[in-house]
């Protein structure tokens, strides 16, 4: 499948089933993160590969909506960023967990980006902060995004083409 066909049928999957990912599969997810590009090639991002089921249901409950797919993932990868290296974390972050999202579409993984950044939990505890407690990570790493991976246990439909905003595109012209 060519790049073109990649994007149009790449869509969020929430629903996995309960076959494992390979370490080889894996091993090209966290390659294609580890070579995205980053603001003055500062690589300021860090990842974290959670497999284990009960670390996953508790990773699942870091927001007050909105992650409890990652319970079903097979993986999840919590994607950080150094604040300390760069401003442009947060984009260098979004850039390599994007890319580990079309690499596992490529291998027939299906993925759901779950947000992190500025999401907090009902008592207004940052989403963050939680997952900092459960894994451990230091201070000048925040977590921009967790990714779930898993085979999809759901077929969804390619992006339909005629539902292109093509009015959101200007072209400058002087």
């Known amino acids: 499948m060519d790049f073109k066909e990649l994007v149009q049928k790449r869509r969020s999957v929430r629903k996995f089933t309960d076959q494992e ?3 080889e599969a894996l091993q090209t997810i966290l390659r294609s993160a580890l ?8 690589r300021a991002w860090h990842f974290i590969v959670v ?19 990652v319970a079903g993932a097979a993986v999840a990868i ?4 150094d604040r300390e290296v760069t401003d442009a974390w947060t984009e ?7 890319t580990m999202q079309y690499q596992a579409a ?11 950044r500025n999401r907090f939990m009902e ?9 900092r ?19 999809p246990a759901i077929e969804r439909k390619p992006q339909d083409e005629d539902k292109l905003k093509w009015e959101n595109v200007s072209i400058y012209k002087p």
């Open 78 to 81: 919590v994607v950080l960023g």
């Open 106 to 116: 490529d291998l027939g993984l299906g993925s759901c980006w779950c947000h992190i």
């Open 21 to 23: 990912i390979s370490p």
């Open 92 to 98: 260098d972050a979004a850039i390599a967990a994007v």
């Open 133 to 151: 407690f459960l894994l451990g990570y230091p201070e000048n790493l925040t977590a921009e995004c967790v990714i779930g991976l898993g085979y």
């Open 35 to 42: 070579m995205a590009p980053t603001s003055k090639g500062t």
């Open 123 to 131: 008592n207004g505890e940052p989403s963050d902060n939680i997952l």
């Open 51 to 69: 497999d284990d089921k009960p670390m996953l249901e508790k990773i699942s409950m870091c927001r007050e909506l909105g992650s409890q797919f």
